[in-house]
């Protein structure tokens, strides 16, 4: 598998969470750090035209992808193949939050577990 290009900054909040999800996943990547003053032109908004952090380019796939709830999505619904973050419950798929990564790492268990307690 050709590693994924992760375009991110040090100090925002969002690539921070597709990091996670490459990490936990397993998929291999390479971060290349954009600074703020360069992500509203050429060559930056050729990758993402919205010029916001994070977006990613994934080889295998020819997929230039940004927002980082789709991108997570993206990484979960190609890459998850042993179903080690979303669960595959149906009515659980459903109340965890689609774009909110986090919910899916030690609070999906917690969520699981809440859910199972009060027999949603
Ligand atoms: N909804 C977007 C928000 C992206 C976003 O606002 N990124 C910030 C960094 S966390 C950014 O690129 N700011 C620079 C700018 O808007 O010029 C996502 O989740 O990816």
Redesign the pocket.
């Known amino acids: 598998m050709q590693r994924i290009m992760l375009y991110s900054?040090p100090y925002?909040?969002?690539?921070w969470?597709v990091v996670l999800t490459l990490e936990e996943l397993n998929i291999p990547y390479i971060m290349k750090f954009v600074n703020?003053t360069e992500?509203?032109q050429e060559p930056y908004t050729l990758i993402n035209p919205n010029?916001?952090?994070?977006a990613i380019k994934d080889p295998n796939r020819a997929i230039k992808l940004?927002?980082?709830?789709a991108?997570v999505k993206y990484l979960i619904d190609t890459y998850n193949k042993e179903h080690r973050m979303a669960t595959t419950i149906p009515h659980q798929r459903t109340i965890t939050p689609s774009?909110g990564c986090i919910s899916r790492y030690p609070a999906r268990l917690l969520i699981t577990a809440r859910l199972r307690d009060s027999a949603i």
């Open positions: 900054h925002s909040p969002n690539p969470k703020f992500v509203k010029g916001r952090l994070p940004w927002e980082s709830g991108i774009n």
